[in-house]
């Protein structure tokens, strides 16, 4: 029985891969989608066989048949939909980052806030196995008090000309770590100091470090370079139609002990005349009744939300209204060479 309409705002590389998730998950319908490419519209639409295709998103969003909207568009245009959605009505999933600014993603949280409708951002890791474990020995208080969050996330650098032009790093690779430091930090961040350079000759920097500190003392450190050279070992080999390397690493620091996740690990290993791969099998790996891993778990987990009515406990919306507060300070920082201090709290 189907129980959510959902309408897909987006049909590249992730809005394909959604359209794949969605489609298996019980109790939902993929009804309609939109993209400004009207080629590639006609052949998801076709593909997929969904009924109603848009090349104008709003008026997707007007649809009175939908229920939900999953937003995978550009990122640029994400607030501006996910404003459109609850104007409409609509439960909206929406892939990271919530917007590319903290004014917007403020305004997102304020018509939210009181409504009914449930709106979530695509911050997969925290439905990534490793990063719930890293969470739950937290919680544990087997590692003690925090003393430092450490992460790194580089990329391979032939990607990078996909981003370099349309959005800033912090925007695009940056904002997973902002949020795990925030899922693991219990305080507000109070100042912020960065740095980033501009290697491959595009308008964004493909190198970037910044340092949080919290108000309880917590020092968060957050890197990213898309420079991983083509030779390197490849992990994100299937599924997403994107094949290289995310190299992302993340350790948790307390004074009674330490926890640490590595991504591009050799746990499974496959060698063939074009080079060694380490497949990566957390994030949406193929299983056997489709694509699994974190992408699954959390569509999966908002179509349960929307079912109840109740918004995300696990991936609350003001967390990433405060992430978008903390990337654009880091963004300020790098940009003019000084510390920026956060005031207001964790809000």
């Known amino acids: 029985m189907i129980r959510t309409r959902v309408g897909v705002l987006g049909v590249g590389r992730f809005g394909r891969l959604h359209i794949n998730v969605l489609r298996r998950l019980p109790g939902c319908e993929v009804a309609a989608v939109a993209d400004i490419d009207g080629e590639a519209l006609r052949e998801v639409s076709a593909k997929y066989g969904v009924a109603k295709a848009y090349t104008d998103g709003h008026e997707m969003i007007r649809d009175g048949d939908l229920d939900a909207i999953d937003v995978v568009s550009d990122e640029k245009s994400h607030g501006e939909y996910v404003l459109a959605c609850l104007e409409a009505g609509k439960h909206v999933f929406v892939e ?51 003393g430092i969050i450490r992460t790194k996330r580089d990329f391979s650098k032939s990607w990078f000309e996909h981003f370099g032009k349309r959005v800033h790093t912090v925007y695009e690779s940056g904002i ?54 083509g030779g390197g070992p490849r992990n994100l080999v299937e599924t997403l139609e994107l094949d290289g390397t995310i190299d992302a690493d993340i350790e948790l620091v307390g004074d009674k002990g330490t926890a640490r996740f590595r991504m591009a690990h050799p746990g499974l290993s496959v060698w063939t005349e074009d080079g060694p791969q380490h497949p990566e099998l957390t994030l949406w790996p193929m299983e056997h009744d489709g694509i699994g891993g974190a992408i699954r778990a959390e ?34 920082s790098a940009t003019h060479g000084r510390v920026i201090t956060l005031k207001g709290g964790r809000k």
Request: overall charge negative; charged content about 20%.
């Open 96 to 146: 990271k980052p919530l917007a590319t600014n903290s004014g917007e993603a403020r305004k997102i949280g304020e018509a939210a806030e009181g409504g009914d409708r449930v709106v979530m951002v695509g911050n997969i890791s925290r439905f990534s196995q490793p990063y719930v474990s890293l969470k739950r020995t937290l919680s544990s208080g087997k590692l003690g008090e925090l």
């Open 176 to 229: 997973h770590d902002i949020d795990l430091i925030l899922w693991y930090a219990q305080g507000a961040c109070i100042r912020v100091h960065a740095v980033e350079r501009c290697m491959s000759g595009y308008r964004y920097p493909d190198v970037f470090n910044a340092t949080l500190t919290f108000e309880d003392g917590l020092v968060a450190t957050l890197t990213s370079a898309w420079l991983v050279p």
């Open 299 to 332: 569509l999966q987990h908002f179509l349960h939300q929307v079912e109840r009515g109740e918004p995300s406990s696990v991936a609350p919306l003001a967390d990433s209204v405060y992430a978008l507060r903390i990337a654009d300070a880091i963004v300020e």
